[in-house]
């Protein structure tokens, strides 16, 4: 079992940038891929960028390339992720989500999820 709680969230100006944290608890094994989905209202939750904690290995959404950048030191310390040059369509409720292995930016592909940050993006 996994547990995972985010922080960070909060409300910025276009342009602006925000840090979202994601601690994990329980089986590190199972939480050795740990990824960050986006919902907007009225919209399906989306992959955003995944990390596999074993390698090091990093996958991002077309839509969030170059702005946004995912890291973990290590399985026992948080998935940070940097959000810059944020626009009005980044607005969503950010979801921590992990498993073992890194299969893609699919929900299916994790078992583990958080309650949700709300980020919200002013024009």
């Known amino acids: 079992q996994v547990q995972l709680v985010e922080s960070g969230g909060g409300s910025v100006q276009a342009g602006g940038s925000l840090r979202l944290s994601c601690a994990a608890s329980g089986s590190t094994y199972s939480s050795k891929c740990m990824g960050w989905f986006r919902q907007a209202p009225g919209k399906e939750r989306e992959g955003v960028a995944t990390?596999?904690?074993?390698?090091?290995?990093?996958y991002y959404a077309d839509s969030v390339k170059g702005r946004f950048t995912i890291s973990r030191d290590n399985a026992k310390n948080p998935v940070i992720l940097q959000m810059n040059g944020l626009k009005p369509e980044d607005t969503a409720m950010y979801y921590c989500?992990?498993?073992?292995?890194?299969?893609?930016?699919?929900?299916?592909?994790?078992?583990?999820w958080g309650q949700g940050t709300q980020v919200t993006v002013s024009s």
């Open positions: 989500a992990a498993d073992t292995l890194c299969r893609g930016l699919a929900m299916r592909n994790f078992r583990y």
């Open positions: 990390i596999y904690t074993g390698g090091g290995s990093t």
